[in-house]
Structures are given as C-alpha cells and as structure tokens.
C-alpha cells in the first residue's frame, strides 16, 4: 500500500492528526526509540512516516507484538560493495535470506546509479529464497527467475559470481515448481561471490 496515496474517505485521517508522546496510550511498549503504534495499529515515526518495528522470526514474517524476534537488520547503512557481499552471505548462510535482501536494498539505494540493476536483482534473489523457504512456490520461482535475468543483464561486478548465481537460480526455481515442500534457506543458500571481493 502507498501510505503517500491520499486516503479515499472524506474523513481526515487519525493517524495524522493523533499526537502520540512517550507514555501514552498509543506508543506500543517494546518498540523501537522513536516510533509508536497510531491509529489502525500502524507503526510511525515522529514524522508520521511508516516504520515497522513488530518483531519478525528469520525469514522476515511478522510475529505478534511483545514476541521474541530476530533482530533486524538496520536500514539506510552505507557499506562497501565487499562489505555488502560479505554481510548478505553470512545472513544466507545463517537461513536468514529477508535479512540478506534488506543489505542488498542499502547497496541498491546507496550505490552509484551504474550498479543498481545487479544490487536490486541481488535483492530480488533473497527474496525469491526467502518465498521458497516460506512454501510460497509461485512467488520463489518468480523472483528467483527475475533475479536471476537482472543480475545476468546487469554483468558481473565486486567478484560476484553471477553466472554461479545464474545457474543456481535457475535450478532453485526448477526445483522449487516441482517440490512441495519449503526450502531450507541455509541449506539452499548461494554462494555469492566466485573471486576476490571489491572494495
């Protein structure tokens, strides 16, 4: 949903004009610094933007308030393509793929315009692994195909091994489309990167 659409009832929206201060009834315990839950039980920060701060399990499915979770992977950091190589593979080694696409999703919007195709197809596998580990068949095979022609069309950069990843993409799909059963993330994890990585 685009939360910047204007709303279609003729009623002005509660949640931009409900204040919400530390302590008061809409501020959700357990959340993170800075964000409250306003009306409709959405999560907000100071400036009225979205914000989710509910707790997810590891592949990034949301778990019921004042659960336990895994920790999220924090947004907006700039790292070194090396460095968002090195992370993303360990979150996939880990089974932690929803984690790995959001590192991918940093380097897409944080990289030089000429290397956004092959971060954002990086991220769209994470996200094709992470449907199959969830059971989401279609979607897995889908995303995992898209990722697999973006990264292709995008060539190979910072020693990622995109014809490895090609090749395992492709057969993850096959096997997610015959296969019933969820993947195990970990165990179906690609390997990122075929030689030295860049800075």
């Known amino acids: 949903m685009n939360d910047s659409a204007p ?23 357990g959340q993170a610094s800075g964000t409250a839950r306003g009306a409709g039980g959405r999560d907000r920060d100071e400036e009225g933007r979205a914000r ?13 308030y004042g659960a336990p979770g ?11 393509p090396g460095e968002s190589v090195a992370e993303a593979q360990e979150l996939l080694d880990q089974g932690r793929p929803f984690h790995a696409h959001e590192v991918f999703e940093d380097a897409w919007k944080s990289g030089p315009e000429e290397e956004r195709a092959l971060w954002r197809g990086l991220a769209q596998l994470a996200v ?42 492709t057969g993850l799909a096959e ?17 990122l990167a075929g030689g030295p990585l860049g800075g």
């Open 7 to 29: 709303h279609s009832s003729s009623q002005p929206s509660q949640e931009s004009s409900q204040e919400t201060t530390p302590g008061s009834e809409t501020e959700s315990t």
């Open 52 to 64: 989710n701060a509910r707790p997810r399990d590891g592949l990034g499915r949301p778990l019921p």
């Open 70 to 80: 895994v920790e999220r992977q924090p947004e907006g950091v700039v790292r070194s």
């Open 128 to 169: 094709g692994l992470t449907h199959a580990a969830r059971g989401n068949r279609t979607g897995g095979a889908r995303l995992l195909r898209r990722g697999a022609a973006a990264i292709d069309e995008a060539g190979a950069r910072h020693g990622i091994d995109v014809p490895g990843l090609v090749v395992w993409a």
């Open 175 to 191: 096997r997610v489309e015959r296969d019933p059963e969820p993947v195990d993330a970990a165990a179906s994890a690609p390997v």
